[in-house]
């Protein structure tokens, strides 16, 4: 099984609202990968987690705060975004994260859009 | 810091036309990986070239690592529909203990007339 699964598909939610991203795999994977795809851009990295701890933060603001529960699961928690922040959010796994040669598996990704 | 570069951005081709795709780096790379993204699609990875002057095919599709291991490309002989989408090359991060950071490319689109 070399699924990553993220949910929800979609989401649509205010400023002021909070909300949570999932993202699951089942391959034993032991680094996980929170992406920000804008329309026709590249995914940038915001957050990598390496055996549940985290190892990068790419200077991600803090109205976005990751949370990596168990191997398997990984969170992303939402509060108070901007309308920029609309975007494809990727999670994404690989290995073990430590080193370069690592495959990386993407999840379908969940389509945010902030009013 | 690390700067990946491809070109073109856009690729318009009649069905049948090979299409390719350039990837260059500022610094060397110990690898290339590349991707493709169906529209409305995530990544997906397709390959990894590690040596120096690497060649890889993939059916219609040849990888290639440069000599300095600087630069890349993917060539797509006689493109199908089945090819659109957007091509990725991705170097590793350049930070120290950086894990398994990549450094992606702004991408290729590829449309496919029939």
């Known amino acids: 099984d070399t699924e990553v699964t993220q949910t929800p598909k979609h989401l649509v939610m205010g400023m002021t609202n909070k909300k949570s991203l999932k993202c699951e795999q089942h391959m034993g994977h032991r680094a996980m990968y929170w992406y920000k795809q804008k329309a026709k851009k590249p995914p940038e990295l915001m957050f990598v987690?390496?055996?549940?701890?985290?190892?990068i933060n790419e200077s991600v603001p803090s109205r976005f705060s990751p949370e990596c529960p168990n191997s398997s699961l990984l969170n992303l928690h939402l509060h108070a975004l901007q309308p920029e922040d609309s975007a494809l959010y990727l999670c994404a796994s690989s290995s073990s994260g430590s080193g370069s040669r690592e495959t990386q598996y993407f999840g379908p990704g969940t389509r945010l859009l902030v009013l | 810091g690390q700067q990946v570069m491809q070109i073109p951005q856009y690729q318009h081709v009649q069905e049948g036309e090979d299409f390719t795709t350039y990837c260059n780096s500022s610094?060397?790379?110990?690898?290339i990986q590349w991707y493709k993204q169906r529209p409305g699609g995530h990544p997906v990875f397709l390959i990894q070239?590690?040596?120096?002057?690497e060649v890889k095919k993939q059916k219609r599709l040849t990888f290639q690592f440069g000599e300095a291991k600087k630069n890349s490309s993917l060539h797509i002989t006689a493109t199908q529909t089945t090819d659109v989408g957007t091509y990725f090359c991705a170097g590793p991060g350049d930070r120290a203990n950086a894990g398994n950071m990549l450094t992606f490319g702004g991408g290729t689109r590829l449309m496919v007339k029939p």
């Open positions: 987690y390496s055996y549940e701890k985290l190892s």
């Open positions: 070239l590690v040596k120096s002057g």
């Open positions: 610094t060397t790379l110990s690898n």
